[in-house]
């Protein structure tokens, strides 16, 4: 997965634009919604493929952006025009993706992150230090012909340093605050800390604000420790973001994880700690153990509580896939709790496969919770167990005659299993096609308001061995009869070419 790019610390970046700045073209784009990135007012979705080859590089990796309403498809890559890259060997462009309006001018940008890239710098190849590229929408859609901005760590950041195995951006998450301020959040889990290895961090950009945040920064909780790798996963709201620390040791128990809770809110020009979750912390059940990986998937969703006016909280999902069920080794389990603008959270449940009206039973191996989303299908309404969702990948998940096929739980996000339950797999009247060996359904997985969004990168049938994407309407997993749509390279326009399309979803 080594790559030898031409980045650097002087080429890779123009500038960072602040956040929030109004571009010349801000007219053209008026009609925009979220995930619009021609600014007409349909959604438009992006789909990445890291281990496509491009221009003969193995695994450089590649993003295809299908816009809503038949309008076309556009490939992005380390070879599209206005690059200051190349692709080359293992540098997994499309490895993390996020989305929102950097520049305000209406029309959707598209965060990608390449955490394999090597940066040369003072002729000096670092391999593994990450890359990070802001692709501009416009009116005519997104690639050939966007501002793109390329950054590497020091480059983003002119106060940290670039070094190899940083895997700057890992992870990605952006958006806009409650008070409308265009964030962007970026994980780099290999970063060291002083002499501390991999402990991790984040970089935070707000409006003007940068910051670096480490698990040594003022006001965060704990403390940083080799290989916690703080910043592997990410997942926000307007109004909080939250950081997975999966390799967290809590006391003697390497790898057992944490989360850490933030609010926008910026105090000494960095965002507010609000809590620190591990297994151990006082309102969360279970205990942590050594290798369960508490915060390796996560997930947040705008929560508007009963008697309340607007979303003021939020809703926070916790997969730990490596998790013990008794006996039964990497079963896996998913946590969920309410998180306050006071920061005091609340648990509101604990699933696995053990749980009552769980369909399923404890199974080694089947790493239920290894992705996770959460969607409201009515947003702004008080939520509930009907239109608050949570969904739960489970890769190692065996069908009758397929190991591994994979599959995903749909559950309430709200209350307790057992209104609406779904289990979703190859051919069972939902997701079309046939489960096969080793396919790890779900591996790729988002949620929208209107739509689940289930990829299956690592298909093997025949059509399909090059991934496929299924968007489930809600409706449909209710019971519906609205048309599942297959997204999948050689259909509708979508090149016929790649390795893992479906890999992550926006």
Request: with cysteine; net charge negative; aromatic share 6%.
């Amino acid at each position: 997965m080594i790559g030898l790019a031409v980045l650097s610390a002087v080429t890779v970046s123009v500038g960072l634009i602040p956040l929030g700045t109004t571009s010349a073209s801000a007219a053209a784009c008026t009609a925009g919604t979220e995930f619009d990135f021609n600014g007409d007012g349909i959604r438009d979705t992006a789909v990445a493929d890291p281990l496509a080859t491009v221009n003969g590089a193995e695994r450089a990796g590649l993003v295809r952006v299908i816009l809503g309403g038949g309008k076309g498809i556009a490939q992005v890559s380390q070879a599209t025009a206005g690059m200051s890259a190349t692709p080359e060997t293992g540098d997994h462009f499309g490895f993390s993706m996020a989305t929102y309006d950097a520049d305000a001018d209406g029309c959707t940008d598209l965060v990608v992150g390449a955490p394999y890239e090597d940066i040369t710098q003072d002729g000096t190849d670092l391999v593994d230090a990450g890359a990070v590229y802001v692709i501009h929408g416009t009116t005519s859609g997104i690639g050939a012909g966007s501002t793109i901005n390329g950054y590497s760590q020091q480059a983003f950041d002119a106060s940290t340093v670039t070094e190899a195995y940083d895997w700057f951006g890992y992870a990605l998450e952006a958006g806009k605050t409650s008070s409308s301020k265009p964030f962007l959040a970026i994980g780099v889990p290999g970063e060291n800390v002083g002499d501390v290895t991999d402990a991790g961090g984040i970089h935070y950009a707000q409006g003007t604000t940068k910051t670096t945040v480490t698990q040594n920064s003022a006001g965060v909780t704990g403390t940083a420790e080799a290989h916690d790798r703080f910043g592997y996963s990410l997942a926000a709201t307007p109004r909080y973001f939250a950081v997975g620390v999966p390799g967290e040791a809590i006391g003697d128990r390497t790898f057992a994880g944490g989360v850490g809770v933030f609010s926008h809110t910026i105090a000494g020009d960095a965002p507010t700690m609000l809590a620190g979750l591990d297994q151990d912390a006082s309102g969360i059940s279970g205990a942590a153990e050594h290798g369960d990986g508490f915060g390796t998937a996560i997930a947040l969703l705008a929560y508007r509580p009963s008697g309340a006016t607007s979303e003021s909280d939020a809703l926070l999902a916790i997969g730990t896939p490596n998790e013990d069920i008794g006996t039964t080794a990497d079963a896996g389990m998913v946590q969920t709790l309410r998180i306050p603008a006071s920061g005091a959270y609340t648990e509101i449940e604990t699933i696995d496969h053990s749980t009552v009206d769980v369909l399923g039973e404890p199974m080694a191996g089947v790493f239920f919770g290894q992705r996770v989303a959460l969607a409201n299908t009515s947003p702004g309404s008080v939520g509930t167990a009907t239109n608050l969702k949570l969904a739960v990948a489970v890769p190692g998940h065996d069908t009758a005659g397929s190991i591994e096929a994979g599959a995903v739980h749909v559950l309430p996000a709200l209350g307790a299993p057992g209104t609406g339950d779904k289990l979703l797999t190859r051919g069972d009247g939902i997701l079309p096609g046939i489960a096969g060996v080793r396919d790890f359904t779900g591996m790729g997985l988002s949620a929208s308001a209107t739509d689940l969004y289930v990829g299956v990168p690592y298909g093997k049938a025949s059509g399909e061995a090059k991934g496929t994407v299924f968007v489930v309407p809600w409706s449909t997993v209710g019971g519906g009869s609205s048309a599942v749509k297959t997204l999948k390279p050689g259909a509708d326009g979508v090149p016929d070419e790649g390795q893992a399309f479906g890999s992550v979803i926006q």
